[in-house]
């Protein structure tokens, strides 16, 4: 029995190829999806003649049937392992993303498709790159990386020089890429992200922890550590500070949807452990 955690994800476009796959695909080839007629002379595949197709043809031609090809495409995870990843009151936000590109590892698998990983914090991690393969044992191996990966000290919370490094890697290439981060950093890095990667399909994953988003339920003094910066700051929780801490976490999630908006992308929120059954209905809700 399957014990590995598993989503389903489909482009919601036809995508090109030469290697079969899962995917829909644009060209002409094996498949099971009738594309057209065409001329026997054109296409001298005897096994394909269309019998009832010729003899209705005017110019009494021999046709055959021409198909469209399944087809893989490369996956990339492009995970965020910043300092403020490592938050979480269960198991830190990269523990998530751990989980989620393990189940990436498998799902690409089984589609067919070739999978790896980037990493960055205020640089691209070379310690952390995975180059794509098909193989059963990505998922594992990325997970592995993810959850072994030792902090860096940053400058500041910014990450445009690692975001920038990425993009120059993936710019031109038709690929899907999951970018799977908290975005707890300024987002002004993230246009001329998406505007590089105009040839990919992009997937914002939003990792959240529930106790970042809901704020503490009782009243009483609290000491909160920036845990980027490291500085510490002091409050007394009350109603109207829970009422504020809601309100700016809706507001930073607007943030989020407005700028991937702009770009026709939406983004998947997750919070707390990762849940691939919701990630799978997200994919549907797209190819609907």
């Known amino acids: ?25 644009s060209s002409v080839g094996i498949g099971q999806e009738f594309a057209a007629h065409t001329r026997l002379f054109d296409h001298p595949d005897p096994r394909r003649i269309d019998v009832r197709a010729s003899i209705r043809s005017v110019q009494r031609e021999w046709l055959v049937r021409v198909h469209r090809q399944r087809v893989a495409i490369p996956v990339h995870a492009v995970v965020d392992v910043s300092a403020s990843m490592r938050f979480g009151a269960a198991n ?15 799902s690409a698998f089984r589609i067919g498709d070739p999978v790896g990983m980037l990493a960055f914090d205020d640089e691209a991690r070379e310690d ?78 939003v990792l959240w922890d529930r106790a970042e988003v809901e704020p503490p339920s009782h009243n009483g003094w609290m000491s909160l550590v920036d845990i980027e910066s490291g500085e510490m700051r002091s409050m ?22 407005a700028l991937f908006a702009r770009h026709g992308i939406r983004p ?15 994919f549907l809700e797209m190819t609907a």
């Open 1 to 25: 029995m399957n014990t590995f955690a598993e989503f389903q994800y489909r482009l919601p476009v036809r995508v090109s190829g030469a290697r079969p796959g899962g995917h829909r695909g």
């Open 92 to 106: 830190t936000k990269l523990d998530v993303a751990a989980a989620f590109v393990e189940a990436l590892g498998h």
């Open 268 to 282: 998947f929120f997750n919070q707390g452990t990762f849940e691939p059954e919701a990630l799978s209905r997200y």
């Open 128 to 205: 952390l790159f995975v180059p794509t393969r098909h193989a059963r044992g990505m998922g594992p191996l990325m997970a592995e990386l993810l959850r072994d990966c030792t902090p860096r000290q940053t400058r500041a919370p910014s990450r445009e020089r690692g975001l920038r490094d990425i993009a120059t890697r993936l710019a031109g290439r038709a690929c899907i890429v999951f970018l799977v981060s908290d975005f707890h950093w300024p987002l002004a890095a993230l246009p001329g992200l998406l505007d590089t990667l105009t040839h990919a399909w992009i997937v914002p994953v």
């Open 236 to 257: 007394w929780m009350r109603d109207s500070v829970r009422e504020r801490w809601r309100s700016a976490v809706a507001e930073r999630r607007a943030q989020i949807n």
